[in-house]
């Protein structure tokens, strides 16, 4: 959210809040500045573990979802068009009947798109544009309830959901990775960025497995993943894995890190990935990793172990083995 594009919104009579009551947010991301509301009203809902705790650490209160009144909504648009849509509704309904939503929305991130879309269902107001982007409003009722999240079953029998990542197929490069596996993985494996388990699947299927944590930022993600995995060895975390520790050395890490960092391409967040797996790996594990071929982890992955392997997997993703990570005092 643009907070002057909301300040000058609500100055201009282009959206109006309700005078009391609280006021829920959906999909904030922590860049975005929510200074034009009243702090003591705001409910931020994200799903998304580092953006929860940097907004919470601004003063605002945070949750996953709504579970008590609010007043009004305020949708900040992500991209992709199904969990847009899905927001769209959850908020709509999370108000009372009549109760405004407001959009508010990068060009980038389809705003026009949607602001058409919704003009065929429900009575939007005028946009004001600003900032590369726009925001409007319009009454909540139960027209967009056809728009609401709902599980989908894809391929390899998962279950995902709009929003999470790959959500439509297991991502090529998880399967190159998956396949790629040894058959043997005797101890802990912990899966940093396990989405909705792909990949936790696959090292559960290998001989030896004793317990496998599925680290993930993305909550709805990993609710997805409780469904696709039943095995009592998984353990789900909500979490940072930049931050993980985990319990005890880990034998092993399998990741196909994230490159975004909310709508940003952000490849030092894969590093981070990578510095992560060095320090909760035990002196002889191993890190597994796939990445797009064009992302920069080679260099990164030769300064934080002492052995890296490049398997060459295919001509749009690489595959990294690497072990025996450099402690800090090493690296
Ligand atoms: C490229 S996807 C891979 C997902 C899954 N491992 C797979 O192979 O399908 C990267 C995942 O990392 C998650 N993610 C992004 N930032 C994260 C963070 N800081 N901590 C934990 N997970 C994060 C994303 O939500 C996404 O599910």
């Known amino acids: 959210m643009r907070s002057t594009r909301m300040t000058l919104a609500l100055q201009g009579g282009h959206v109006a809040l309700p005078a009391t009551g609280m ?3 959906f999909g904030p991301e922590s860049a975005d500045d929510l200074m034009a509301l009243p702090k003591d009203r705001v409910l931020a809902i994200t799903r998304f573990f580092p953006d929860h705790a940097a907004i919470a650490a601004q003063g605002y209160r945070v ?4 579970s008590e009144p609010v007043g009004a909504a305020i ?8 969990h847009a849509r899905a927001l769209l509704a959850e908020a709509a309904e999370a108000v009372p009947a009549g109760a405004p939503v407001i959009v508010d929305g990068a060009r980038t991130d389809g705003i026009e798109s ?31 309830a056809d728009w609401r999240a709902e599980d989908a079953r ?3 029998d998962f279950i995902t959901r ?29 899966d940093l960025g396990a989405g909705w388990g792909y990949l936790s699947r696959a090292v559960l299927t290998r001989a030896g497995v004793k317990r496998v944590d599925l680290v993930e930022a993305d909550a709805v993600a990993l609710d997805c993943a409780r469904l696709n995995i039943t095995d009592p060895r998984a353990h789900f975390i909500w979490g940072d894995a ?20 909310g709508r940003a391409a952000d490849p030092g967040l894969g590093q981070s990935f990578l510095a ?40 749009a993703y690489r595959l990294i083995r690497a072990s025996h990570p450099l402690r800090p005092r090493e690296a």
């Open 276 to 315: 992560a797996a060095a320090r909760i790996l035990h002196p002889q594990g191993q890190l597994w990793l796939v990445a797009n071929r064009t992302l920069p982890y080679l260099a990164p992955a030769r300064a934080l172990f002492r052995v890296v392997e490049d398997f060459g997997a295919s001509t």
């Open 63 to 66: 949750a996953t979802g709504v």
């Open 242 to 261: 930049t931050q993980f520790r985990a319990d005890g050395y880990a034998d092993f890490v399998v990741c196909n890190p994230p490159f975004h960092r």
């Open 75 to 82: 949708v900040c648009l992500p991209r992709a068009k199904a």
């Open 23 to 25: 006021i829920a947010v």
């Open 162 to 190: 709009p929003g999470v990542f790959s959500a439509d197929a297991p991502d090529p490069g998880s399967v190159l990775l998956a396949a790629a596996l040894p058959p043997r993985m005797p101890g802990y494996t912990v």
């Open 154 to 156: 894809i391929e390899g």
């Open 114 to 144: 949607v602001w058409r879309d919704l003009g065929m269902r429900v009575p939007v107001g005028q946009p004001l544009a600003k900032a590369h982007g726009r925001i409007f409003a319009f009454p909540a009722g139960p027209e967009l």
